[in-house]
Structures are given as structure tokens and as C-alpha cells.
């Protein structure tokens, strides 16, 4: 429409204040409301900086209404910077090819996901939907003569609705294929009956009736209408009888519908992609999926707002619900507040993150599957409000209308009726306005129409109407007129249509709503003629619009100043530019084109099935859709001794707990023997072959390591990652680390304060890092905690982050020195191995970890280059591996640690045996003990540096050797410039 976004500030690249010369902002019709720099932006490094965004519509400039600057201090070379729009909220990312891999909260990495942005939805395409109710309603006919042939048993007819008959019959007209399954709003338990009733929907109206039984279904809506509604309203009820706290009945219940929904879904499931609605469905995506090892294509559509975090974080079963909703490929939400929240839940609950790819798509990094968050209002449709509007009913019910209410302004209010209309305040604030206006009294009147809630008991609408009807009596009574009129029908379309058409303007004040289309069809009724909207900021529609004039319901005295100017004054001339912009919008944004849309991204964001295998992991409410690579393959010991035999120069890395011995408590090291003799003396033989060189890299201490693996004499170890690095029992333990270590004490403070809070957890101070160990704690307790901490540390080290870094494991969270990780000390420890004895042929990884990951990523990357550390690449031999199947960056898994003991027991037979077969001066030679290997501390780097290997391979595409091509280097030093100034490379990026 014209508009533009800038960012200006009081740096050059920010225009100096001047909006004509700031930073252009950029949005897309799939991206929109986010708005983004096309291109990084230049800004003095470690220079505070002042910025605003700006808005220019026809040469005007308005800037936001914040009433201070923005400000940010480029303390990195690379930063993404995300802003509010109108709050100085603002998130400042360091971006991810600077930070180290395991700071972004995953354990595995997936190649970058590329959006197939030519794949669109087709009205040949086959679609499954699923609601709760279908569109159309069934009765039993009460005049039925079973003597007579023509007489009918069933009666059907179109369900109402804000968007469920609406989306049907565009289905209908536009010729989709398509099946849709829901309850049909009947009790039949006669088997027969339900199969004719099924029969007559799916050949007559491509409907197909879900059957419930009473009891259930009554149990099932009131943990919808009781529990999920008002939650995902962020209302949260404190009396005790209504505290959100519920039965396990409600909720088996709940689930026991969901799975009927994915029975149903199943039986006609013939490779359809699936669309399901709304929060009763929440938990069908995870039921499906247990179905069928098909790779499914599944989107859901939530037709509610979603609570922020803090009032999810309530709800008893909250990451079940969750881990549900990802089984789906696309979640889409009517606005980015309530994506925001979801994502927020995401984050804090499963410690799941999201990211921006090419083309503005929002998506959630879960389980090595990129999931794809779509963000878009439900329309209305023009062209049958225009049809509606050319009917003689319609026609006729307009002029009866206009005689009835001649002479007087029709103040009009349609809403549902339920708490959260606010009607009890918008009848309160006309009250007042009419108090300071009584020569109006017999010139103005509020019609009030209260709608059906489908989300609220029979005896809370009840409760709510007679609440309503007695406030009305006694404003009526206190006025001596009739000055608000109640109507609690049904209206169709034409009734509907006729009172906006005469109504001088429209009231919601409504304290939270999701989904309210009636100031949409407002506009599109009366285009350009003069008629006014006030619209409570609550509900959801008020960020799409900009014309109506938004309201806080709660302020009676803002409400009652509304109020009072739509009764004295014309509608305001000003909002005609604006009425214009938003009748644009309804047109362009119609049902629709919102469906074609949500099936069109439901079409790009099916699974990667060439490059990955989908499979459930875990049980019960806690099961989870994960994506493995299609390489990842179980170890096999004929495939390692092959390639061990042919090798020369070999080098091994384990991981100590969880892989050579048992998880350990705390309490239990100090007492235990460490790993078991036979993995000891296999160890042993292994350091004994000239060709092995082996280290054990942990992140415990080294007096732990000494006392556990001491008597192996050529063994190598790294403690604390890598922070203390030693060859072999003759050398002496070397130092990685410089710098200063104040950043230590900041975070034992932050850490002795989650210890007090967190029952069965402790603080483990090392050498080099401080670690939250929370293992022993209550699992769910303990991961909420370490999900807090990590974001606390994160925010209060922000001024140490040159020095140290927080990483996370398996139940424990770690402040450590910066550079310092096992993927690091993997990479200097092959560069030493290689100066000394030539290069690497065989390398062989293994570990439990999400710290490990590190290792596997490093491998990886030296695979790819043509590098001096390894021989030629097609006879070098690498070998990563995890324990357990689980996503990861490795290349084969082992199911457990006792199969780690078989391949060394296989691989120590074969050195052992081999040297049988040496001459007396290469047995001799056998003996002799590695070299003191001498490494340089951290920040100084050989000819190719570990920072240039770990980069390149987060940006690997392939893994497929055969069709490498020659690597590119991704790593340059940074050359200093020779003016006074650096600069960062800044992505600004506001919502």
C-alpha cells in the first residue's frame, strides 16, 4: 500500500536523524508484520548507538510513539537485532556463525532448510479437515413416516459460524477435493443408524460424522470450554472452585477424543494432506502419527489467541499439548502476538528454538525437523456479502428496520455471549455517556445482539444473560426509555447485514477475543459511507485494522469519551484514508485466499523425506516426531575393523560418563572405581599399538580423571573439556586457557541462588568453570530450572562473553572459558598428532552428550578438506559416534555403552594379534611411549584454524563424500581498518 519503514539514528548509516537518509526496512505479503533489513547494517563497534523506526505514507512521516530513544551498544561483529513495535522491548541474537554451535540449545544440527517457494496448492490437491464440529448440522425429523418412501429420517442443515460454514463453501465452490470429519452434533448410538447417517454426509455433503459417546463428549467440552478456553484467554480464575486445576478424568477424556479423531483421520487417510482446527483438536497431529509409519503431511490451525508463557506454564499437561501441536509440519496463528507466546512456551518449556529462513519463514528447530509457524488472519468474503446485499430479504428486513428505528442513531453491538465480551462494560460506559447527554435520550439507542458461545456451558450463559438483561432493565428504568435493547437470536445473514447497514456505527469492547470478523463485515457493508467502529485493543482484529478507534474496555472513562463522540459528532472525516486502506485489505485478504495460503505453506513445509527418516521416540504424552538422517545407521564391527586393519596413524576420543562408565552422582565419584576393568585393561592394549593415539575427554576434573585412568600409562586426557590437556602419565598437565577469570565468581552467585531454589541439585565449582548440576533434582523441576538459568547467565555475562560461555548437557548447566569445548580440543589435539606423526587415517569419535556433538561436528569438517592433518581423503576413515538413537550430528549410533566395551574388546584382539606377526625391532618399537606433545594456548592458530573447521561445517550442505566439491574457505581473519573506527554487522529487525 504505499508504506515504508525506516530505522534512523545518530550513526551515518542511520541517516543522522534524518528519516529521507535512514535504513530501509523490507516486508513481504508472507512475512508481513515483520519488517527487516534486506542487508546487514554497519554501526561503530563498542559505540552506544540512539535509533527510532519511522513510518513515511505519502511523503508523512510519523515516527513511533515511544516517548525515548532506542538504544544498543554493537558489542559484537555480528548481531541480529529484534525490536517491538511502540515498546523498547528488544532481543539482541548474537548471530550463530559466531557463537559456538551448542549456545543454541540443540544437540544436533539439520542442513539449512530451503523453502520451496514453487510448490503451490492446487484445487486438485486431496485435503483431509478435522474440527470438532462439521459444517453441517444433522436433526432427527420428527414428521417421519417410515410407511412412506419420500419421506426423509434425517434432516441437514449449514452449521453457523464466524468461519466453519464460510471455509465449506468456499471448499464447495472452488471444486477442492476434499473430506471433512467432525462430530455432527447428534447422540446416535444405533450402529446401523450411524452407518446410513455416514453414508448420506460423505455421498451428499463430503462429510464424515465422528460418533462419540454422550458421556465423553460431555467431558471432553467441559475440558475445552472449562479449562483450555479461558487458559489460552490468559485468564487464570483464583476462587477455588474455579481455579484451573482439573480431574485426571477431564483429561483422559480429552485425549480419548483426540485419538477417535485419528482413527477417523486414519481410515480415510489414502496419502491426503491434513488440516485440523482449533484447540479441542490439539492432540490429534501426536495420535495420528503413532498410526502410521507414513510420512504425513499435517497442519493445524489455532482459531484462538495463545496465553503467553507465564499462564501456559499453568496448565498440568502443558508439554504434552505441546509436543503434540509439533508432530504438525505448519502451526498457524491469526497474529504474531500469539505466535509470539507459543514460541516463548517453545523455548522456556521444551527449550526449542526458531529461526528466519530465506524468504521471511518462521520456523521452530524441534528434534532435527524444521517446523513452520504461519502467521495469518482468517478474511471474510466480499463477494457473497455483496450477493447477500442484492437479496429482497435482506432488502425488506432494511426498510423494516429504518421505519422502526426512524429518527433515532443505532448504536450497535453484536457479540458473542459469553464473560469475555465485555458487554456488562460497554452497557456501563453508554450509561454514562447518556448521563451528560440527556437531550439525546429519545435520538439514540443501543441494540445489543448476543450470539451463541460455542465455548461456554449452558449455565454460564445463562448466568451471563440474566447478568446482562438485569443491568439493561435497570438503565432503561433509570432513564424512564428504553435506550438499549437486547436480542439474544440467531440472526442469519440478511438480518445481520441489515442492522450494520443502519447502525451509525459499532461497539466491542470485548475484554479478549481471538477471532472477531464483525468489524470487517462492517466495513465491507458500508465501504466509504461515514460510520464509525469502536474496537476494544483486545481483540484480535484490532492490529489488523487501522481505522477503528481502539479502546482499553477497562478505562470506563476512554470508553464512555468514545461513546459520547459517535452519538454528538459525524463520523470523523480523518479515518476516510484509513477506511479506504482497511476496505483494501478485507478485499485482498479474503477466506479464500487465507485457506490457499495455509494449504499452500502446508505444501512446502512437508517433511524432507530424501534426506531424512521420521520415526516417534518416547511414550505416552511425552512422544515426540523426530527427523534422523537417512546416513545415520547403526555401528557395525566388521565396518570399523576393516578400516582399522588398513590404517596406519590412528586416533580414538571417547567421553567418560555415559559412554566408557556409568552416569555417577555427585556424592558417588569420589567412591567409585571409574570405568570397569575390562574396558581398563581394553584401553590399555589399545595405547599399547604404536599406530593408536587415545584420549578421554570429559568435563570433569583432572584428580577425577587421574584417579579413574592413572595406571593406563599412554592414555591422553582432557579435563574440563579441554581446559587441562596431558599426553600420557609421563607428561605434565598443560594449561588451554588465558585471560582473566572474573566472570567466575558472577556465575557461582547466579548459580548458589537456583541451588537454594531447586531441591536435590548443587553447585560443582572446577578449575576453569562453575556447573549447576541438577541430575538428582525432580526431572521436571530441575529441566525448567536449567532453562531459566541459562537465559539468566546468558543476559548477566553479557559482559564476560569474550571470556566465558554457558553450555548445557545432560543434567547440568556450565560456565566455562570461551573457545574451550570438545570439538576445539578434538581439532588441536589431530594438528599435534599429525606435526609429530604424519597424517590421520583413521579417527573414531563416540559419546552420549550434547557436548560431544562438538567432536562430531569437527569430524565432519576435516572429512571435507583437502587439509594436511588427514592422508588422502579416499583412504582416511572417520568414525562418529552417539549412544543411543537420537538426532544427532553423528554419523552411527550404538544402542548402549556395553557395545562400546565389544568393539574395543574386537579391536584390541586384532592389535594384539597383529603384533605377533612383527619383527623383534618393531615389537621393540611397539613399546616406546608417545611424545610430550607441546600445544599452544587458545588464539593461536596454524596454518588452518579450528574456528575455520567448525565454521565450515555448520555450513556443510552435503555429506555425501563422492560429490564434494574443492572446499571453500568460510573463516577470515579480521583485518584491522585504518580509520579510528570498527564496525559491526547489524540485522535490524522490528515487529
Known amino acids: 500500500l504505499g508504506e515504508q519503514v525506516r530505522v534512523v539514528g545518530n550513526c551515518e548509516s542511520l541517516g543522522m536523524w534524518n528519516p529521507l537518509q535512514g535504513a530501509d526496512l523490507a516486508t513481504s505479503p508472507s512475512s508481513y508484520p515483520f519488517w527487516t533489513t534486506p542487508a546487514p547494517v554497519c554501526l561503530p563497534l563498542n559505540v552506544e548507538v540512539e535509533y527510532k523506526y519511522v513510518r513515511i505514507l505519502n511523503g508523512e512521516v510519523s515516527w513511533e510513539s515511544i516517548e525515548q530513544n532506542r538504544k544498543m551498544l554493537a558489542d559484537h561483529p555480528s548481531l541480529l537485532v529484534e525490536d517491538e513495535e511502540n515498546t523498547l522491548i528488544s532481543r539482541h541474537i548474537i548471530t550463530q556463525s559466531e557463537i559456538p554451535a551448542h549456545l543454541a540449545h540443540s544437540s544436533y544440527d539439520t542442513p539449512d532448510v530451503t523453502i520451496d517457494e514453487t510448490r503451490m496448492f492446487s484445487t486438485s490437491d486431496s485435503i483431509i479437515l478435522a474440527s470438532m464440529n462439521l459444517p453441517v448440522k444433522i436433526f432427527r425429523n420428527p414428521n417421519y413416516d417410515s410407511t412412506n418412501p419420500e419421506s426423509e429420517k434425517w434432516l441437514f442443515e449449514r452449521s453457523r459460524g464466524l468461519w466453519l460454514p464460510v471455509l465449506y463453501e468456499i471448499a464447495l465452490h472452488e471444486g477442492i477435493n476434499f473430506l471433512w470429519i467432525g462430530w455432527p452434533g447428534i447422540w446416535i448410538e444405533d450402529e446401523d443408524e450411524q452407518e446410513e447417517v455416514t453414508e448420506i454426509l460423505r455421498s451428499r455433503y463430503k462429510c464424515i460424522p465422528l460418533f462419540v459417546p454422550e458421556e465423553t463428549m460431555a467431558l471432553h467440552i467441559q475440558f475445552c470450554n472449562g479449562v483450555l478456553f479461558p487458559l489460552f484467554n490468559n485468564i487464570i480464575e483464583t476462587a477455588p472452585e474455579t481455579i484451573p486445576q482439573y480431574p485426571l478424568e477431564l483429561w483422559e477424556a480429552y485425549k480419548n477424543v483426540n485419538s477417535r479423531f485419528a482413527d477417523r483421520i486414519m481410515e480415510t487417510y489414502t496419502h491426503q494432506r491434513i488440516w485440523i482446527h482449533d484447540h479441542q483438536l490439539l492432540l490429534t497431529p501426536s495420535f495420528v502419527s503413532r498410526r502410521t509409519h507414513e510420512v504425513l503431511n499435517i497442519g493445524i490451525y489455532l482459531h484462538q489467541p495463545f496465553p503467553s508463557s507465564e499462564v501456559y506454564r499453568v496448565l498440568p499437561h502443558r508439554e504434552a499439548i505441546l509436543h503434540a501441536m509439533l508432530c504438525c509440519d505448519l502451526i498457524g496463528f491469526h497474529l504474531f502476538e500469539y505466535a509470539r507466546h507459543f514460541l516463548a512456551s517453545c523455548k522456556r518449556l521444551l527449550g526449542v528454538d526458531h529461526q528466519f529462513s530465506r524468504g521471511g519463514y518462521l520456523l521452530l528447530n524441534y528434534y532435527g525437523r524444521h517446523i513452520m509457524i504461519r502467521i495469518g488472519h482468517l478474511g471474510i468474503e466480499p463477494g ?180 459520547y463522540y459517535m452519538i454528538t459528532n459525524p463520523p470523523d472525516s480523518r479515518t476516510t484514508a484509513k477506511r479506504k486502506r482497511d476496505l483494501a485489505y478485507i478485499v485482498n485478504n479474503t477466506t479464500f485466499k487465507w485457506a490457499r495460503n495455509f494449504l499452500t505453506d502446508l505444501k512446502r513445509a512437508h517433511k524432507d523425506t530424501k534426506h531424512f527418516q521420521y520415526v516417534t521416540h518416547g511414550l505416552g504424552d511425552r512422544l515426540k516426531l523426530i527427523a534422523l538422517s537417512k546416513k545415520f545407521t547403526n555401528l557395525k564391527s566388521d565396518q570399523v575393523l576393516s578400516a582399522y586393519r588398513e590404517s596406519k596413524n590412528r586416533a580414538f576420543f571417547f567421553d567418560n560418563e555415559g559412554t566408557l562408565s556409568n552416569l555417577l552422582k555427585q556424592k558417588d565419584i569420589d567412591k567409585n572405581i571409574g570405568p570397569s576393568e575390562k574396558t581398563q585393561n581394553c584401553l590399555d592394549d589399545l595405547v599399547k599399538d604404536e599406530r593408536n593415539t587415545v584420549f578421554v575427554i570429559t568435563g570433569r576434573e583432572r584428580r577425577i580423571l587421574e584417579k579413574w585412568y592413572g595406571k593406563i600409562g599412554n592414555l591422553g586426557m582432557a579435563a574440563e573439556y579441554g581446559s587441562f590437556i596431558r599426553w600420557n602419565s609421563k607428561s605434565q598437565w598443560q594449561l588451554m586457557t588465558q585471560g582473566s577469570s572474573n566472570w567466575k565468581e558472577t556465575a557461582k552467585q547466579i548459580i548458589s541462588a537456583y541451588v537454594t531454589r531447586t531441591e536435590g541439585s548443587y553447585i560443582e565449582e572446577k578449575e576453569c568453570s562453575v556447573v549447576f548440576q541438577y541430575r538428582d533434582t525432580d526431572p521436571d523441576l530441575g529441566s525448567w530450572q536449567a532453562k531459566e538459568l541459562i537465559s539468566h547467565l546468558e543476559i548477566l555475562l553479557k559482559p564476560f562473553m569474550n571470556e566465558c560461555e554457558v553450555s548445557s548437557g545432560l543434567g547440568y548447566v556450565e560456565v566455562k572459558p570461551s573457545g574451550i569445548t570438545k570439538g576445539t580440543t578434538l581439532y588441536r589435539i589431530l594438528e599435534q598428532i599429525s606435526e609429530k606423526k604424519g597424517p590421520l587415517d583413521f579417527v573414531l569419535a563416540i559419546g552420549d552428550d550434547i557436548a560431544d556433538e562438538e567432536m562430531f561436528r569437527v569430524v565432519k569438517a576435516i572429512r571435507k578438506e583437502k587439509s594436511s592433518i588427514i592422508s588422502d581423503k579416499k583412504a582416511f576413515k572417520s568414525f562418529t559416534c552417539t549412544v543411543g538413537r537420537k538426532p544427532s550430528l553423528a554419523d552411527y549410533y550404538v544402542n548402549d555403552a556395553n557395545e562400546i566395551v565389544q568393539f574395543l574388546e574386537l579391536l584390541r584382539g586384532w592389535s594384539n594379534k597383529s603384533k605377533k606377526n612383527f619383527s623383534y625391532g618393531d615389537l621393540s618399537s611397539l613399546q616406546l611411549r608417545h611424545p610430550t606433545f607441546s600445544l599452544h594456548p587458545i588464539g593461536v592458530f596454524g596454518p588452518r584454524s579450528r574456528a575455520e573447521v567448525v565454521q565450515e561445517s555448520s555450513n556443510s550442505e552435503s555429506e555425501d563424500e563422492e560429490t564434494i566439491s574443492s572446499p571453500r574457505a568460510i573463516y577470515k581473519p579480521k583485518k584491522k581498518s585504518y580509520t579510528r573506527k570498527e564496525y559491526s554487522s547489524i540485522n535490524l529487525f522490528s515487529k
Open 384 to 563: 457473497v456479502i455483496s450477493n447477500v446485499l442484492e437479496t429482497e430479504s435482506y432488502k425488506t428486513q432494511l426498510r423494516q428496520l429504518n421505519m422502526q428505528y426512524m429518527g433515532r442513531k443505532v448504536l450497535l453491538g453484536i457479540d458473542p455471549l459469553h464473560r469475555l465480551s465485555g458487554v456488562i462494560l460497554k452497557f456501563n460506559a453508554f450509561r454514562q455517556a447518556l448521563k451528560n447527554l440527556p437531550q439525546y435520550l429519545n435520538r439514540v439507542v443501543l441494540v445489543q445482539v448476543l450470539t451463541q458461545a460455542k465455548n461456554s456451558s449452558d449455565s454460564e450463559k445463562e448466568q451471563v444473560f440474566s447478568e446482562i438483561n438485569q443491568l439493561k432493565d435497570e438503565i432503561n428504568k433509570e432513564f424512564g426509555k428504553e435506550i438499549i435493547e437486547v436480542k439474544k437470536e440467531e440472526f442469519g445473514r440478511e438480518m445481520r447485514y441489515s442492522y450494520m447497514s443502519m447502525a451509525v456505527g459499532v461497539i466491542n469492547s470485548c475484554l479478549r477475543e481471538g477471532l472477531c470478523l464483525i468489524p470487517f463485515e462492517f466495513i465491507a457493508i458500508n465501504k466509504e459511507k461515514p460510520a464509525e467502529i469502536i474496537l476494544s485493543e483486545f481483540a484480535g482484529v484490532s492490529r489488523a485494522l487501522s481505522s477503528p478507534k481502539r479502546v482499553n474496555p477497562f478505562d470506563l472513562g476512554q470508553l464512555e469519551g468514545e461513546i
